[in-house]
């Protein structure tokens, strides 16, 4: 079994809806992050959180250390939005480890 | 600008050959990491540094070598006996509150 598993692997929306996703873990954690993954392969760091709640525009990152959840939201979901986006927590030297991505298609 | 440099982004070898991906920084980080990627894949960890001359063996070491000589730069080096090389190598390094990556380069041994 994984130990970081994302749901859905892949998500289509119409411009303008919200969209989350979901990630759990097997493992306690010292942080949790949220990459997004372009067609080109660069990886843009999002989030890094340990407890609550992280806003930056229309992105909305959750976590629930008790439950070993996070969630990632996107409010007002844009054509641009469209990428692979990965959940993956830190371990002790600060090396992740990843969840598979979701794929997410964003159409006008 | 600060941020993380790999070449080439695609690189070609044939089968048996070793190679040597570069990776350099310029965020000051001590901690420097790659990372293989394959298609319908997640992350998976090669081999990370904390510090200068000091790594360890991440989850598919198998078939890589590393050097850490500067704190700068972090070479992955892919040997004949890594059995499956083409695949998306990602490196990364590590501030406090935030991890950085690379562009990547896209490995394919033919």
């Known amino acids: 079994k994984n130990e970081v598993e994302q749901s859905p692997q892949n998500l289509t929306a119409q411009e303008g809806e919200f969209i989350t996703i979901n990630c759990s873990y097997s493992?306690?954690?010292?942080?949790l992050h949220w990459l997004q993954q372009h067609p080109g392969g660069g990886i843009v760091s999002l989030f890094m959180l340990s407890s609550g709640k992280k806003k930056h525009g229309r992105l909305i990152a959750t976590i629930n250390i008790q439950e070993k959840h996070s969630s990632l939201h996107i409010t007002a979901s844009h054509p641009r939005d469209s990428a692979v986006y990965i959940c993956a927590f830190s371990g002790s030297a600060r090396q992740l480890t990843f969840g598979s991505g979701t794929q997410l298609t964003v159409l006008p | 600008d600060g941020g993380i440099t790999q070449s080439p982004k695609y690189l070609f070898r044939k089968e048996g050959q070793n190679v040597t991906l570069s990776c350099e920084q310029n965020l000051n980080h001590d901690a420097m990491y790659w990372y293989r990627q394959d298609p319908g894949q997640g992350l998976r960890l090669i081999y990370y540094s904390q510090i200068v001359n000091d790594f360890q063996k991440g989850d598919i070491a198998e078939g890589y070598s590393v050097s850490r000589e500067k704190k700068e730069s972090f070479p992955l080096t892919v040997t004949s006996a890594q059995k499956n090389p083409t695949a998306f190598y990602l490196c990364a390094s590590s501030g406090y509150n935030e991890q950085f990556f690379g562009p990547g380069t896209r490995l394919t041994v033919l």
């Open positions: 493992v306690g954690i010292s942080a």
